[in-house]
């Protein structure tokens, strides 16, 4: 592994840390510039939204928006890196607080980023999250 190679893998992990930081944070803008403008985002397997970076975006700012705690932990990051381009898997595991509810509920899966190059360095051109488990405690707030 030469230098560039390890530069190039700490930038790749960095937009990783940056893009749950800025979900947990509801920081859109920065959600943003994480991702070419062309960039496609699925987040399907999840129940919710498939499109663009922009419709994502905007779909994520009113769908979390009632959320009332969420973190993100990314591990075991895995990447392949071919020039400008590279291909990364990455697991998550994410404890929330969804709306009305005195529990917490937990989910995990992987994210599936491709990413190139820019001069802004390095941006995801597609993301698909890859659900594989769900937990909820299914009980509402009573008030």
């Known amino acids: 592994m030469d230098i560039q190679e390890i530069s190039d893998r700490l930038e790749i992990q960095g937009l990783l840390a ?12 920065l959600w943003r510039s994480l991702f070419t403008e062309d960039a ?15 419709e994502v975006s905007a779909w994520l700012e009113a769908a979390l928006g009632a959320m009332q705690m969420m973190q993100h932990f990314i591990s075991n ?18 404890p929330m607080q969804l709306p009305g509810m005195s529990e917490l509920s937990f989910c995990g899966g992987y994210y599936h980023h491709s990413v190139v190059r820019t001069p802004a360095g390095w941006r995801s ?10 937990t909820n405690p299914l009980q509402p707030v009573e008030n």
């Open 18 to 29: 940056k893009y749950a930081r800025a979900v947990d944070t509801r920081d859109w803008d």
């Open 40 to 54: 496609t985002v699925d987040y399907s397997s999840a129940g919710a939204i498939a499109g663009t970076r922009d």
């Open 77 to 94: 990051v895995e990447i392949d890196i071919a020039g400008d381009t590279a291909e990364v898997r990455a697991m998550f595991y994410n």
């Open 125 to 134: 051109r597609a993301l698909r999250e890859e659900n594989a488990w769900f």
